[in-house]
């Protein structure tokens, strides 16, 4: 591969349809459903986030999955290079490589917190779920013994170091082997698994938990519930749920070969994605409500709140156990994805081989791990800064490019006559037009909720009163 100039197509791509459909599909199901769509759902309270969620996944990461898919396999580069060879073919500034730069950053920002998520579950699973939880009398004294015992897993330094190292060469191998050895190859075993336990522990949820409260809190849509912070929450877990604007669906679109379908490829992403995220919430509530727990719990829910509900349920520890394995294998696919943004940059533009960009970048993100893998409050803020700002920003930066400065024969190429009428409308006026107004009202919003500003008195009309 050269490394200086421009550089050399992919040579690696996906063996089948099918097998880039499981990477995919594996890389868009992790934690940002199972963990972050549940927890930021209750926080929401139900019903009206989700419909947000569901609007921006079909209208905004629906038509960003097909053009970052587009933009990769037109050019076959890694995203900062797709843009900017594409942007050379459309007679424009290599400067909007930039957008690409902000994506690929949001990935890397991403995979650093989580790994230390991920490291979390395999400690759960690795020293057990089990802590006596109906010993404690009373369900708040329940909550506490399970807080407790959370903060004795994640202090414990020699395991969560270890859990952390583990994790990560695992992402750092499947990555280092290469498309077809590595990422195609797990993910034909890991999703497939990842949805038979997935069916199976709704299937428990079902019968031992609250299901019908479950599913009237998701579909019971309260406006009044509705802020401009929770708009942007939404907008930001469709993004970051389905990988738009972090470059993951144009890094793996470089591997498509020229026969796939993208706007049917795409469609059928978004839709596992949703499936997911929606039977993840049903079955996290269902057991939630059935020990009378808080679905508000934030990012607690996962940890605290369900082992305290699988430990009162009939074969509780063994679900819950299931449950922090489906966590584990969702999380490992989409960390695959998030460090093969970066590598296949390293790749192509360092001389170095792919294993030794996968080893250098997994001993980078180790060592930012490990630096604050006791620190929640850095968890929260990279969550906010990657998901609130730096995803909608890359997603806006995405859309006006592909909509506005791509020679529109390229993306008609690509995506076909019919899908790109209807495709650049949206992406020309309507995602531009909501993320600017997203990330305008919601951003203040957000930072006045967290309590990390005061907003002056002229804006309280706005935002409604400082908490």
Same mark, same amino acid.
């Given at each position: 591969?050269?490394?200086?100039?421009?550089?050399?197509?992919?040579?690696?791509?996906?063996?089948?349809?099918?097998?880039?459909?499981?990477?995919?599909?594996?890389?868009?199901?992790?934690?940002?459903?199972?963990?972050?769509?549940?927890?930021?759902?209750?926080?929401?309270?139900?019903?009206?986030?989700?419909?947000?969620?569901?609007?921006?996944?079909?209208?905004?990461?629906?038509?960003?999955?097909?053009?970052?898919?587009?933009?990769?396999?037109?050019?076959?580069?890694?995203?900062?290079?797709?843009?900017?060879?594409?942007?050379?073919?459309?007679?424009?500034?290599?400067?909007?490589?930039?957008?690409?730069?902000?994506?690929?950053?949001?990935?890397?920002?991403?995979?650093?917190?989580?790994?230390?998520?991920?490291?979390?579950?395999?400690?759960? !699973?690795?020293?057990?779920?089990?802590?006596?939880?109906?010993?404690?009398?009373?369900?708040?004294?329940?909550?506490?013994?399970?807080?407790?015992?959370?903060?004795?897993?994640?202090?414990?330094?020699?395991? /969560?170091?270890?859990?952390?190292?583990?994790?990560?060469?695992?992402?750092?191998?499947?990555?280092?082997?290469?498309?077809?050895?590595?990422?195609?190859?797990?993910?034909?075993?890991?999703?497939?698994?990842?949805?038979?336990?997935?069916?199976? !522990?709704?299937?428990?949820?079902?019968?031992?938990?609250?299901?019908?409260?479950?599913?009237?809190?998701?579909?019971?849509?309260?406006?009044?519930?509705?802020?401009?912070?929770? /708009?942007?929450?939404?907008?930001?877990?469709?993004?970051?749920?389905?990988?738009?604007?972090?470059?993951?669906?144009?890094?793996?679109?470089?591997?498509?070969?020229?026969?796939?379908?993208?706007?049917?490829?795409?469609?059928?992403?978004?839709?596992?994605?949703?499936?997911?995220?929606?039977?993840?919430?049903?079955?996290?509530?269902?057991?939630?409500?059935?020990?009378?727990?808080?679905?508000?719990?934030?990012?607690?829910?996962?940890?605290?709140?369900?082992?305290?509900?699988?430990?009162?349920?009939?074969?509780?520890?063994?679900?819950?156990?299931?449950?922090? !394995?489906?966590?584990?294998?969702?999380? !490992?696919?989409?960390?695959?994805?998030? /460090?093969?943004?970066?590598?296949?940059?390293?790749?192509?533009?360092?001389?170095?081989?792919?294993?030794?960009?996968?080893?250098?970048?997994?001993?980078?993100?180790? /060592?930012?791990?490990?630096?604050?893998?006791?620190?929640?409050?850095?968890?929260?803020?990279?969550?906010?800064?990657?998901?609130?700002?730096?995803?909608?920003?890359?997603?806006?930066?995405?859309?006006?490019?592909?909509?506005?400065?791509?020679?529109?024969?390229?993306?008609?190429?690509?995506?076909?006559?019919?899908?790109?009428?209807?495709?650049?409308?949206?992406?020309?006026?309507?995602?531009?037009?909501?993320?600017?107004?997203?990330?305008?009202?919601?951003?203040?919003?957000?930072?006045?909720?967290?309590?990390?500003?005061?907003?002056?008195?002229?804006?309280?009309?706005?935002?409604?009163?400082?908490?």
């Amino acid at each position: 591969m050269q490394t200086t100039g421009r550089v050399l197509r992919k040579s690696d791509a996906w063996s089948s349809r099918s097998g880039f459909i499981l990477a995919a599909v594996g890389s868009s199901i992790g934690l940002g459903n199972l963990w972050r769509f549940t927890y930021v759902t209750g926080e929401a309270g139900g019903g009206i986030f989700v419909l947000l969620y569901l609007a921006f996944t079909l209208l905004f990461a629906l038509p960003l999955l097909a053009a970052e898919f587009a933009i990769g396999r037109r050019s076959g580069h890694s995203a900062i290079e797709s843009v900017q060879a594409v942007a050379r073919a459309s007679r424009a500034s290599e400067l909007w490589g930039g957008a690409a730069w902000l994506g690929s950053m949001s990935s890397f920002f991403i995979l650093t917190f989580y790994c230390v998520i991920s490291s979390w579950i395999l400690a759960f !699973l690795v020293l057990g779920l089990s802590a006596d939880y109906s010993a404690a009398s009373g369900g708040e004294a329940a909550v506490e013994a399970a807080s407790m015992r959370f903060d004795r897993v994640t202090s414990n330094v020699p395991v /969560m170091l270890s859990c952390l190292g583990g994790f990560v060469g695992m992402v750092s191998l499947v990555v280092g082997l290469g498309v077809k050895r590595g990422i195609e190859r797990v993910s034909l075993v890991l999703t497939p698994v990842f949805f038979i336990l997935l069916i199976s !522990l709704l299937g428990f949820a079902a019968l031992d938990g609250d299901f019908p409260a479950a599913l009237s809190f998701i579909v019971d849509i309260q406006t009044e519930n509705f802020t401009y912070a929770m /708009m942007l929450e939404a907008l930001g877990q469709s993004f970051f749920a389905t990988g738009v604007g972090a470059c993951v669906m144009m890094t793996y679109g470089a591997y498509l070969p020229r026969d796939t379908n993208i706007g049917g490829s795409a469609s059928l992403i978004a839709g596992a994605d949703t499936v997911v995220a929606l039977v993840s919430a049903l079955t996290v509530f269902s057991l939630v409500f059935a020990t009378g727990g808080d679905p508000g719990a934030g990012p607690g829910l996962f940890f605290i709140m369900l082992p305290v509900g699988f430990d009162a349920l009939p074969l509780g520890e063994l679900f819950g156990s299931v449950f922090f !394995l489906i966590a584990l294998l969702a999380a !490992l696919a989409s960390a695959i994805s998030l /460090m093969e943004v970066s590598v296949s940059w390293l790749d192509e533009r360092t001389g170095v081989t792919r294993g030794g960009a996968a080893a250098g970048l997994g001993f980078a993100i180790f /060592m930012i791990g490990a630096g604050y893998l006791f620190s929640r409050d850095y968890i929260v803020f990279m969550d906010f800064l990657t998901a609130s700002i730096m995803l909608p920003l890359a997603g806006g930066a995405t859309a006006f490019f592909c909509g506005w400065v791509v020679d529109r024969a390229i993306m008609e190429a690509e995506l076909g006559p019919r899908i790109y009428r209807v495709w650049s409308v949206i992406v020309r006026w309507i995602i531009p037009t909501v993320i600017a107004a997203a990330i305008g009202l919601g951003v203040p919003d957000k930072l006045q909720n967290q309590g990390w500003i005061e907003l002056p008195a002229v804006l309280l009309n706005v935002f409604g009163p400082n908490r």
